[in-house]
């Protein structure tokens, strides 16, 4: 069997928790609730394959559209995860990191985001990223926002401003990019998803509903992303 050179760091758009539950003939958050069982599952397959960073998009800033009853459903089961999955988290040496704009969340939730972070934050496993109330362009606007507010402070001249200095205001400041981006359920877009971020990324979409994705599935997309060259822009070998 060909050897896996696992990538760095896995981003996931997970997809199609409505549609899994709609062809069973069940609520749309039952397919949450499925969603989150694979969530563990993958955790626990990048922990196996040594992925560095997994980044899940959880809960977009465009979510908030969705009906309040499942927007307290996805947050009850966030909750639910942050709680049961701790012990888990210490004994792989997770490390649980947030990107976005909690400051919405339930009270409760934002508590318990804080402290699992504060909790892990001197693990040296897997980093495992959630993105909540994320969107890329909200995220970049902030930092654009911010550096402002430093040339008018006079802490850094204009000129002085790059990208790594820009890098460094947007929420995955600390995280590289990732390496290969998948998106599961047969749609073919970023929806707001790490658009800075995924400038060389690897994408990899396929058909399978994320309840329905498991360690074989992630595996036979670290198979294709071990096939494709990275060209960053240089010539063709
Ligand atoms: C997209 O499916 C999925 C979401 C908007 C939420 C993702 C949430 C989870 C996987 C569960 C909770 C997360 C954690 C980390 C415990 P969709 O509802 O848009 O599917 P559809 O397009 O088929 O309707």
């Known amino acids: ?21 709609k062809r069973k003939g069940l609520p749309r958050i039952k397919g949450h609730f499925e969603g ?18 997994l980044t899940l998009y959880a809960f977009s800033t465009e979510n908030w559209k969705r009906r309040k ?36 969340f339930p009270p409760d939730l934002r508590k318990n985001i804080i402290s699992v972070e504060s909790r892990t934050k001197s693990n040296s496993g897997l980093t495992l990223v959630l993105a909540l109330n994320y969107g890329s362009r909200p995220e970049i606007v ?4 911010e550096i402002a507010v430093e040339c008018l402070k006079g802490d850094i001249q204009p ?58 599935e992630l595996i036979e997309a670290i198979t294709e992303y071990c096939d494709r060259e990275r060209r960053y822009g240089k010539e063709r070998a």
């Open 1 to 21: 069997m060909q050897k896996l050179e696992v990538p760095d760091h896995i981003a996931i758009i997970m997809d199609g928790n409505g549609r899994w539950a």
């Open 36 to 53: 989150s069982k694979s969530v563990r599952r993958i955790v626990e397959v990048c922990v196996e394959l040594n992925v560095k960073y």
């Open 69 to 104: 009853s499942e927007v307290h459903a996805l947050m009850r089961l966030l909750n639910r995860f942050l709680a049961s999955e701790l012990k888990n988290m210490m004994k792989n040496s997770i490390r649980f990191r947030v990107i976005g704009d909690v400051s919405l």
């Open 142 to 145: 902030r930092a654009a926002r």
């Open 159 to 216: 000129q002085a401003i790059d990208e790594a200095v820009f890098q460094k205001h947007l929420y995955t400041d600390g995280i590289p990019d990732p390496d290969l981006l998948i998106r599961t359920s047969g749609e073919v877009r970023l929806s707001n998803f790490l658009l800075w971020q995924c400038s060389y990324t690897e994408f990899y979409f396929t058909g399978v509903l994320w309840p329905d994705f498991g360690k074989k």
